[in-house]
Every structure is written in C-alpha cells, then in structure tokens.
C-alpha cells in the first residue's frame, strides 16, 4: 500500500501536528514527552503498514526524532527502526538530516536522497540552501550531487591536508577502543546514575552520537540508499 503524504498527514493527530509537506513534518511546539511517544508510535506503525521505504515516512520520522533530542528515545531507535522495517542507520540518519534541513528549506522537487547527500555534508545553512538549490536547479541526480560535493570537499580551502592521512584513522580508533573499554570497565558508576546525571553525560556526548550516526551511515550506504531512494 503507498499512500500520499496529504492521506497520510489526515491520520495524524491535529494536537500535536502542524503542518506537513511531502518531505517534512512541521509538529507544534512544546509537546509533552508522552504525546511525543505516542506520535512516534504512529508514524512507525503506519510506515510498517504501507510501502517500506517511502521518503514521505522516513523524513517525518527525521523530523520527530530530532524534535526529540537525544534524550528522547535514548535505546530505543533500534526499536523504532525494527517496527518500521528499517535498518536503524537509516533513523540515525534521518535524525542528524532533519536536525540539519528545516522544512521550510527542503525542496519537494528534490528526492529524501538528495537531501541525505547534503545533509551529511554540510551543517552551515548557507551551504545547505546553496547544495540543494543548485540540485533543484540543474535537476542533478544523486550520484551527480553525491560527487558535485566530494569535489568539492576535497578542494575546500578548509580541507585537511593528506600527508600522514593513514595515521590519524589508527590513533582516532586507538582512542574510541580506550574509551569503550573505561566505559565498560565503570558500570558499576554508570549504572546507578541519577536521571541528572544521566542528562548532563548525554549533554557532553552528543558529539558523539552525531559521529556514530555518520559511522552506521558511511557502513551501511548501500541498505541506506535503497531505503530513502
């Protein structure tokens, strides 16, 4: 079953949704933590129902996780992700686009892909609105867009010089080893946390969540590109 995005937006709650277009879901703001929930569990019940991989559901479900945060659905975009017949990259994904891209920036004539292309490229809204106007523009395809962007990353002023390019991968994962195993190490702390505390270490890693999003991404970018194609 696929549905279109005007049928889709009537079955969702009015309290709690403002306005939708076909690659973004507008919700109204200060929405308490349960009605959150229970809007989530809509949206991934009906994107279980209808065609997998629709780019209408996976950008609302973008939008709703990043209106979240991380301390939202903390464990459980796996959950989500298994109920919606997603892999989870693709909510990750989804999230850290839609955190980057408001809706009113997005362009309907452009396709969920093309907006994950530069959604994970670029964060400044200047580059953002320049990389999608000028794919709506020259009407590029995502594989164009996709090299038009690492051309151009690569001959950025603000790139990082190649010379001993294969070390830093090394000693970058030489650190996330150490750090997993302190981690892992200290449960016995972690685990008893109190919900404060609990916020402020999610606070200092969101960094972190940001790059295991683009990790799950760049490992899974084939399932990923045929989910959001």
């Not at 270490?201 to 991404?217: G, K, N, R, T």
Request: charged residues 25%; aromatic residues 6%.
């Amino acid at each position: 079953m696929l549905l279109d995005h005007e049928t889709l937006f009537g079955g969702l709650p009015s309290a709690q949704v403002q306005s939708a277009t076909r690659l973004g879901l507008v919700l109204k703001p200060d929405m308490d933590r349960e009605s959150w929930s229970r809007l989530v569990a809509q949206l991934v019940q009906t994107t279980g129902q209808v065609a997998r991989g629709t780019d209408t559901l996976v950008a609302w479900l973008g939008d709703v996780l990043a209106y979240g945060g991380v301390r939202s659905y903390r464990g459980q975009i796996t959950e989500y992700a298994e109920a919606a017949g997603f892999h989870p990259a693709t909510l990750r994904i989804a999230k850290l686009v839609c955190s980057r891209i408001p809706v009113l920036c997005r362009h309907n004539s452009l396709s969920w892909s093309h907006h994950i292309e530069v959604g994970r490229a670029f964060e400044k809204p200047d580059d953002v609105k320049h990389w999608l106007e000028l794919a709506a523009k020259e009407k590029l395809s995502k594989r164009a867009l996709r090299i038009r962007i690492r051309k151009h990353l690569k001959s950025s002023p603000d790139a990082k010089p190649q010379n001993g390019s294969g070390v830093a991968p090394f000693a970058l994962l030489r650190e996330l080893r150490a750090a997993g195993r302190f981690v892992q190490t200290q449960q016995a702390v972690w685990q008893n946390w109190s919900p404060q505390t609990c916020k402020l270490a999610l606070a200092e890693m969101d960094s972190l969540v940001v790059f295991i999003a683009e990790m799950h991404a760049r490992a899974d970018s084939d399932e990923l590109g045929s989910a959001a194609s």
